[in-house]
């Protein structure tokens, strides 16, 4: 039996294998992967939630059937772990708040059941900032989560825990979601690969809601084609998610290998401007210039909207927020707060104990945006400007298949850096906002490191529905430069 | 010409928010959505006279005809409540 290190050090695919040729059983895998959560995540800090028992029963269950040769599918015994953000039925599920303390779900979602349909052993829940508002997981009531890379700072947010459970090698891959960043941010941080799906792609049915029209679920893996393994089992229709696309699912791990002679790659000036770090640049620039010799074109083009996105999305997404948390009021789930003498009381104090100041804010600039005399000059005005931002990309489109860029402005900031200055933390999230925006699948993949050991992500933007064109860039350059052979030192 | 958030303003949005704030925390925010306020003005520099919105990025999906289908019992759909008495939701007092 293999050491628990090397067991863990397998991506997705090739645990797979080793599970197909049963030189491997997924009980060891998924015991190697508890025992290394047990012995880091005292000092990471990713997970809520280990649920052993339930592990270790579908890793039995899994075994059997890959003795019997009735393998479900490729995750088949695969220990994977899941945002805290997904209902799981009778096991805790806060999406990060203290206001659904002690919620257990009495069903689980859409891209739950399907990972467990596709066998995947699920080992437990993941740290998040509350209700997926943040980009540094400071934003819980709960222990900060650590970059793995530097335990001095954040993992990026709002998946925060799903990047840093898989950097640290804790568990093989993870589900986030992403609403302006929170896949891609996160899997830049912590040196992994993350997809934000096009918008519908993947049913949200069962995931607690943020910003209806930009939340996505996506796939958080150390490989593009691991991410493409992942989103095979999530996606596709489902009639529960009214915004869930009725768009065939192609082979996404086939894309990954296809290779990029011919592709045209858009480099968005307004991408490559002041205040990006020259390092995160110069890798960047390296990883674009590899694409190149392996046979992809670029095309120097302009997102001229670019530098109105993060003000369109903390209108919009503000007052969807503000909407959809109206529902945590004491009545149905969760906790309540027990001073209360009036129905009126019991809600202004169970949301005042319940939410944390990040939840509080952005609830009250949502609601202040769409109040009486506002909504014209704030919400309307945002839903316009995100029609140029579109448009912005439609044309770049036309002479591109994907456009390249950083994920982030800086590598992985210090732990308690930006707590103070909420529209600094805003702008860590400049260039992920805009696909969200615009509904597009985004894909960020490690390109390098600093000079002081920190993980550089590049964003892969796509037309929607085309995460092939995006797993087949990623993938060309993960095989180019090998960066998830690299693990960080967790002291 | 810059919005300004005073107290008086956050206390009528927490009462439309229902949130219960502390003076501390209504300073605080005061401050913090003037801020933020002040950035998004940015937007008003965009003629968007002649531009449509965009409130959706998905494909409208056509409705279906209406259809029974098993759900919840009220039981399980009460278990999370913080009060419940047979498949109810308990709360306070609504009149006296």
């Given amino acids: 039996m293999a050491a628990s290190v090397e067991i863990c050090a397998l991506t997705i695919a090739e645990l797979s294998e080793r599970l197909a040729r049963k030189e491997l059983s997924s009980e060891e895998a998924t015991r190697a992967s508890l025992s290394r959560t047990a012995e880091l995540d005292p000092k990471i800090h990713a997970f809520l939630l280990v649920d052993e028992a339930g592990a270790l029963a579908a890793a039995k269950a899994a075994d059997g059937r890959r003795a019997s040769g009735s393998a479900l599918s490729p995750l088949d015994g695969v220990p994977l772990a899941l945002k805290d953000i997904f209902v799981t039925e009778g096991v805790e599920t806060t999406a990060g708040s203290k206001i659904l303390r002690g919620f257990r779900p009495p069903f689980d979602g859409t891209a739950v059941a399907r990972l467990e349909a596709a066998g995947a052993v699920l080992t437990g829940k993941l740290s998040m900032d509350e209700f997926a508002m943040g980009s540094s997981n400071e934003n819980t009531p709960f222990e900060k989560v650590h970059n793995p890379w530097d335990l001095s700072r954040v993992p990026g947010g709002s998946s925060g825990g799903s990047a840093a459970a898989v950097a640290a090698r804790e568990v093989f891959g993870s589900l986030g979601t992403d609403t302006g960043g929170s896949i891609r941010q996160p899997a830049s941080l912590c040196g992994i690969a993350g997809l934000k799906p096009t918008y519908g792609r993947v049913s949200r049915y069962g995931v607690v809601a943020f910003a209806s029209s930009l939340d996505q679920v996506g796939p958080m893996a150390r490989t593009a084609e691991d991410c493409a393994l992942l989103l095979q089992a999530i996606a596709g229709h489902d009639p529960l998610d009214q915004t869930s696309a009725d768009v065939p699912v192609p082979d996404y791990r086939a894309a990954s290998a296809r290779g990029v002679k011919g592709l045209r790659v858009g480099v968005p000036r307004e991408y490559f401007v002041s205040g990006l770090d020259p390092e995160v640049e110069a890798s960047v620039r390296a990883g674009i210039a590899r694409l190149e010799a392996l046979g992809a074109k670029t095309v120097e083009l302009s997102l001229p909207h670019t530098e109105y996105a ?108 930006k707590v103070d200055d909420p529209l600094q933390m805003y702008l860590a999230d400049i260039f992920t906002i805009s696909c969200n925006l615009a509904g597009l699948p985004g894909l960020s993949v490690p390109c390098g490191f600093s000079k002081a050991g920190l993980p550089i992500g590049l964003q892969l933007l796509g037309r929607p529905f085309d995460e092939e064109t995006l797993f087949a860039l990623g993938g060309a350059l993960e095989r180019e430069l090998p960066l998830h052979r690299q693990a960080p030192t967790i002291s | 010409m810059a919005i300004q958030i005073d107290r008086a303003e956050v206390r009528r949005v927490a009462a439309l928010a229902h949130l219960a704030l502390s003076e501390d925390e209504e300073r605080r925010l005061a401050g913090e959505l003037t801020s933020i306020l002040g950035y998004v003005e940015k937007l008003r520099a965009l003629d968007t006279e002649a531009v449509p919105p965009t409130s959706a990025v998905a494909a409208a999906v056509p409705p279906r005809e209406d259809q029974v289908r098993p759900s919840l019992s009220a039981e399980a759909a009460t278990q999370n409540a913080p009060a419940s008495l047979g498949g109810a939701f308990l709360v306070p007092k609504i009149m006296e």
């Avoid at chain 1, 959809?324 to 009126?344: E, F, T």
């Avoid at chain 1, 609830?363 to 400007?385: E, F, N």
């Avoid at chain 1, 770049?396 to 298949?401: H, I, L, T, V």
């Fill in chain 1, 310 to 417: 993060v003000a369109t999305y903390y209108i919009v997404a503000t007052a969807e927020a503000s909407s959809n948390l109206a529902r945590y009021d004491g009545v149905r789930y969760g906790a309540r707060s027990p001073d209360a003498r009036s129905l009126r009381e019991m809600y202004l104090r169970t949301r005042a104990d319940g939410f944390g100041p990040e939840v509080k804010r952005r609830i009250m600039l949502g609601t202040y945006v769409l109040s009486a005399g506002y909504y014209d000059a704030y919400y309307l005005k945002a839903q316009k400007v995100r029609t140029l931002i579109r448009r912005d990309f439609e044309r770049a489109f036309e002479s591109c298949d994907a456009l390249v860029g950083p994920t982030t402005p800086t590598p992985a900031f210090r732990l308690g850096e």
